[in-house]
Structures are given as structure tokens and as C-alpha cells.
């Protein structure tokens, strides 16, 4: 299996700005398919997230073959 080298072994992009990262474990997610559970707005909302830690995220998502969560 061929591993992408910019997405670590928790699914989570190698080069997500640490302060993102950081939002995302305090939030409680460490695995990407956490992710798949919540939309991108409620990703947003977390303190140290913006628009291109999200862009990387939906990247990570999309290459696992899932997205966020949509919400109505």
C-alpha cells in the first residue's frame, strides 16, 4: 500500500498549520474519518482553523474516498 507523503499516519495532511492541528485534537478528532461526521462550517467555527487548513482537509478526505458532512 503507497502512502502519500503528505498525509500522516492518522489521515491528517503532514502540513496542516500546527495551530489547525491543534484545533482539531482539542476538538476531539484524531483520526480523518472523524471528519466525514461534520460539515465544514462546524470545522470552521474551531478556533485556529481557516479556510486553507480546510482546503487540505477536504484534500485528505477526497483521497480516502469521503468529504464532510453536509448539513441542511
Known amino acids: 500500500m503507497t502512502q502519500d507523503k503528505n498525509i500522516n499516519e492518522i489521515g491528517i495532511p ?5 495551530p489547525a ?4 485534537l482539542g476538538a476531539g478528532y484524531v483520526q480523518l474519518e472523524q471528519l466525514a461526521n461534520v460539515s465544514e462550517a462546524e470545522i470552521l467555527q474551531l478556533h485556529g ?4 487548513a480546510l482546503e ?5 478526505l477526497e483521497t480516502k474516498g469521503l468529504s464532510f458532512a ?3
Open 21 to 24: 492541528r491543534r484545533a482539531l
Open 56 to 60: 487540505q482537509l477536504r484534500r485528505a
Open 70 to 72: 453536509s448539513r441542511a
Open 49 to 52: 482553523m481557516g479556510p486553507k
Open 14 to 18: 503532514a502540513d496542516l498549520a500546527k
